[in-house]
């Protein structure tokens, strides 16, 4: 885990390359270097294509540097193999996804259930218990029992939040979480990423969402793979 003097994230000079036809390659990331300390909020903008959904993928353990190394919550991910990383991710990182990606053959509390399940870091005899009130925080209590396809995108929204939350991660990371989401609706989700910045978690979000970003403790702009801003009051240029 993080401490006051080590950042919750680093990457140091990490490199993402594609393979592509005619034996060419695409350099997604060129040598990110990025320090993220514990409780932090950060906005991640840039236009299609500059990297940012390479950055969280990295962080995240989804995917790997070509070159460069990314430390999170403690472990230095290169070194992990495939098992040990996704124990990890389970453990440490919450995912929230721009289209939900909800399980549509089970409930909302199931969804998060499994969450538990699967990763076994919450103990058995506290789980349902522990959905319950993360469907409370998330203002979905009376939408327990339902199949996803029945609620609306707001709600599936929340739900894929709460189930990011099952396992009590330190890390939350989101892909345009409410670019899919009319306005009062996405106004809603960022008051949620408000609460949860309070309680001390650590959130990077890739956003377009101007409303969203202005929330951010501090907004990095990527750009071809690299990072060409870096503001600390969330006035980066747009």
Known sequence: MATESRPIIALDAATKSYGMRGGQRFEALRGVTLEVAAGDFLAVLGKSGSGKSTLLNLIAGIDRTTSG?????????GTLNENRM????????????QFFQ?????????NILLAMDFVGKIPRADRRARARDLLALVGLTD??????STLSGGQQQRA????????????????????????ETSAAVAE????LTNQRKTLLI?????NL????????KLKDGLIVADDQNGSAER
């Open 192 to 195: 949620l990423f408000q609460t």
């Open 206 to 210: 890739v956003t377009h969402d101007d």
């Open 86 to 97: 996704a124990l990890w991710r389970g453990q440490n990182v919450g995912v929230v996804f």
């Open 143 to 148: 939408q327990a029992t339902k199949l996803p």
């Open 69 to 77: 190394t990314v430390q999170a919550a403690g472990a230095q991910l």
């Open 213 to 220: 970003a202005r929330r951010a403790h501090r907004v990095i």
């Open 102 to 110: 909800l399980l549509p053959t089970l409930t909302v509390e199931e």
């Open 160 to 183: 894929a939040i709460a189930r990011a939350l099952a396992n009590d991660p330190p890390i939350i990371l989101a892909d345009e979480p409410t670019g899919n989401l009319d306005s």
